[in-house]
């Protein structure tokens, strides 16, 4: 393959990434109620541009400069393409879409009850600090500064970010779920829970297919530019999203008695996010497993936060967080050990959990640390009152013709 035509791949799966935003957006949306619906939308197009600004000017340097102690990198703020070269402006377009993504997991989860200025407060924490300092430790030598973060020197092993992108999102969100509390009626036993449902599941629908193809390049635009291991890993992604969808499919019919289309939704980001991790380096059936798993994980993650009264909105920490935990552990139970660092078994999978550890006490530590000062002199939550409105009229003024009749 030719040095120009090797750009084109991940040039490609930048644009497929970058689908992942409209994807999220109907997403979320969609599974929220009405009233809420276009606040949660423009929350995923702030972050959008925040995140690409502060990647821009900051991020790029922390997650990918020359390291310090394998900690934080030192140079490359403010990118400029014009002093480096057509391999490294490539790397870093790829690489702002999953700080974007990395970012927008939040909305998700905290819908219907954050202000948007916190949000945007949030936004700036998580791609100017939590995600970049993160990135560094486990992706530094992927770069172009002959570096290694500390966790990638010991073996740790994270192909499309299972953890760096989407356990790390998820612990953001549990800590701004846990600031701001649960909407109103969530687990007021006078309350049914009725009351809160999707207003859109068809556009949901959707937003998860352009999610699922956007997919396709966040694992295989993370490989060499190979045909064999282009196809391996999209391969391992759709077999690994169907065995999640289906697998929790599975679980909705013996509850529920249907398929409700949530459950179905989740389980398919659940697979995902769990082959992330290990995407090229299982065999097909090994993906099937592990994408089954993560969605039956996924299932577990959102039952246990409903008992605690944790209120997802979306169940993107059921998601993420649990998808991401088990498709890291994956790394090292199943993982071609030859083509990694060299450990045992074993040995991979305790640098897997400390891979977990780190990023636990990093995102979930550092992010409730700071939103505790920060709601301490701007109330992070809305008022009783605007959030019985909806945020769609007291956070945008934004009304529509549903509204104005009822």
Not at 125 to 154: C, D, Q, T
Not at 215 to 225: I, K, M, R, T
Not at 227 to 242: E, Q, Y
Not at 327 to 343: H, I
């Amino acid at each position: 393959m030719s040095m120009n035509s090797s750009y084109l791949w991940p040039i490609f799966s930048t644009f497929l990434v970058f689908l992942m935003q409209p994807g999220f957006m109907c997403l979320e949306s969609g599974l929220t109620r009405t009233k809420n619906s276009i606040n949660v939308a423009l929350k995923n197009l702030i972050d959008l541009g925040i995140s690409i600004l502060v990647f821009w000017t900051i991020g790029y340097g922390i997650a990918f400069g020359s390291s310090f102690w394998g900690i934080v990198g030192t140079n490359h703020w403010f990118f400029d393409p014009e002093l480096l070269p057509p391999q490294e402006i490539v790397f870093f377009l790829f690489q702002m879409m999953f700080c974007s993504t990395a970012t927008t997991i939040v909305s998700g989860a905290s819908a219907e009850r954050l202000k948007f200025r916190a949000y945007v407060i949030i936004t700036l924490i998580v791609s100017g600090l939590i995600y970049p300092l993160f990135s560094h430790w486990a992706w530094n030598s992927h770069g172009h500064v002959g570096s290694s973060g500390f966790l990638e020197r010991l073996g740790f092993v994270d192909l499309a970010g299972s953890t760096v992108v989407h356990s790390l999102g998820g612990w953001v969100s549990l800590a701004v779920i846990m600031t701001v509390g649960a909407r109103k009626g969530r687990f007021d036993r006078t309350v049914k829970f009725d009351s809160i449902y999707a207003s859109n599941l068809p556009f949901s629908v959707l937003g998860v297919m352009l999610i699922w193809l956007g997919w396709l390049g966040f694992n295989a635009g993370s490989v060499s530019p190979q045909v064999a291991d282009i196809s391996r890993t999209i391969l391992n992604t759709m077999l690994a999203g169907a065995a999640g969808m289906l697998c929790n499919a599975f679980f909705s019919w013996r509850k529920f008695n249907t398929n409700k289309a949530e459950v179905l939704i989740n389980g398919s980001l659940a697979g995902l996010v769990s082959i992330s991790a290990v995407c090229n380096l299982v065999h097909p059936v090994v993906a099937i497993c592990i994408g089954a798993v993560g969605g039956a994980v996924s299932i577990l993650v959102s039952f246990w936060l409903e008992r605690w009264q944790l209120d997802d909105a979306v169940d993107a920490i059921a998601v993420h967080l649990g998808g991401g935990i088990w498709g890291t552990l994956s790394v090292g139970l199943f993982g071609d050990l030859e083509n990694m660092g060299g450990l045992s078994r074993l040995g991979q999978l305790s640098i897997q959990l400390l891979g977990i550890a780190a990023c636990a006490v990093w995102a979930f530590g550092v992010t409730w640390v700071l939103l505790q000062i920060v709601n301490s002199f701007l109330p992070l939550r809305v008022s009783s009152v605007d959030e019985e409105r909806g945020l769609n009229i007291s956070e945008h003024h934004a009304k529509s013709t549903v509204y104005e009749m009822l």
